[in-house]
């Protein structure tokens, strides 16, 4: 429900802004071959991206994320996946269209990731999006991560906007729940990297996105 002018707007970056999988996929596949196992098809891995890489290990590895093996692991998937950043990575079809609108309004965006800011700024630097986002928070930046307010209250102070006047966008349920707890209205992104599990029309956002061209309709008239 739209009960404020939107003044600003925070995006989640794994599955909602950027698609990711691909790059992900590819490091995630060379740990696999590293220890002698086979390569995963991306469509197995896709619905795990926004969940970050223990999660996708977790998957591709049968493990638990307190197993004794998950921290080479992890870092062997951190070290192959920065060696590539942005080779397959790009805005979601249409999100150049929603982020122009965005900026000819003159309205200031951000990003709020729980993706740690060794990856996300060399990420951002080489797509070119880290001289347009007017703010960005990371999962080590803030005091907690989402489903916490506190990256969504770090993100619209930088903005200058106030909560309740900041649109979000993001994919996965935590993304909602960060949201709804810093007062912001929000929006599921259906178009990212939902599993079999995930259940948005059941998230309690103020809306969805089947595409991203949908969150123009949430922004103020020119």
């Given at each position: 429900m739209r009960a404020a002018r939107i003044e600003g707007v925070l995006f989640d970056l794994d599955g909602t802004l950027?698609?990711?999988?691909?790059?992900?996929?590819?490091?995630?596949?060379?740990?696999?071959?590293?220890?002698?196992?086979?390569?995963?098809?991306?469509a197995r891995i896709r619905p795990t991206v926004s969940h970050g890489a223990v999660v996708m290990l977790c998957h591709a590895f049968a493990l638990a994320p307190d197993d004794p093996a998950m921290p080479a692991l992890h870092e062997a998937m951190l070290r192959h996946y920065e060696a590539d950043i942005a080779g397959r990575t790009r805005p979601f079809p249409g999100m150049e269209t929603v982020l122009a609108r965005v900026e000819a309004l003159g309205l200031p965006w951000g990003i709020v990731t729980n993706k740690p800011a060794r990856l996300t700024h060399p990420l951002l630097a080489a797509l070119g999006l880290d001289r347009r986002a007017a703010a960005v928070v990371c999962g080590d930046t803030a005091p907690r991560p989402k489903p916490h307010p506190d990256p969504m209250e770090a993100a619209c102070a930088t903005l200058g906007v106030a909560p309740a006047r900041c649109l979000t966008a993001g994919d996965a349920l935590r993304d909602i729940q960060a949201g709804q707890h810093a007062g912001c209205p929000t929006l599921a992104a259906l178009f990212g990297y939902l599993g079999a599990g995930d259940h948005p029309a059941g998230w309690g956002a103020d809306g969805l996105l089947n595409t991203p061209q949908d969150l123009l309709r949430w922004l103020p008239p020119a």
């Open positions: 950027l698609d990711t999988a691909g790059d992900l996929a590819t490091a995630l596949n060379r740990v696999l071959a590293e220890q002698g196992r086979s390569p995963l098809p991306e």
